[in-house]
């Protein structure tokens, strides 16, 4: 599985982005999905899931009402939305995927992983 990250870029605070991910390989309809980030100095951190069967979605508490993730099977993509954009949004964002047809367990760990994409907030 190859996950191709795209959308980051620079916005001010209270602005949007729209973060894409690309999977290639096959089951992607049938792995849970998910988001997460890395702050300088910071380990890396949840941000969002989406379950492949029911398509339930899962938000860490610090984005919660603020981003949305979705996908779209059809063409093997999952998408973050990120609104009400903060500084402290400021990372890279990983996409990342799980193993073909398991249960999503919570933390979310994923199997796969794409490269980052910088996503820069001022204030």
């Known amino acids: 599985v190859q996950l191709q990250a795209s959308g980051g870029g620079l916005a001010q605070a209270g602005g949007s982005l729209r973060l894409s991910c690309v999977a290639s390989g096959r089951y992607h309809s049938t792995r849970n999905m998910g988001w997460f980030r890395q702050a300088p100095g910071k380990e890396r951190e949840f941000v969002a899931a989406?379950?492949?069967?029911?398509?339930?979605?899962y938000y860490a508490d610090s984005v919660k009402g603020r981003f949305t993730i979705s996908r779209d099977n059809a063409k093997n993509t999952v998408s973050l939305q990120m609104n009400s954009l903060l500084p402290e949004d400021t990372a890279v964002y990983y996409c990342?995927?799980?193993?073909?047809?398991?249960?999503?367990?919570?933390?979310?760990?994923?199997?796969?992983w794409g490269q980052g994409t910088q996503v820069t907030v001022s204030s």
């Open positions: 989406i379950r492949w069967n029911d398509g339930s979605t």
């Open positions: 990342a995927a799980d193993r073909h047809a398991v249960v999503l367990t919570t933390p979310f760990q994923p199997t796969y």
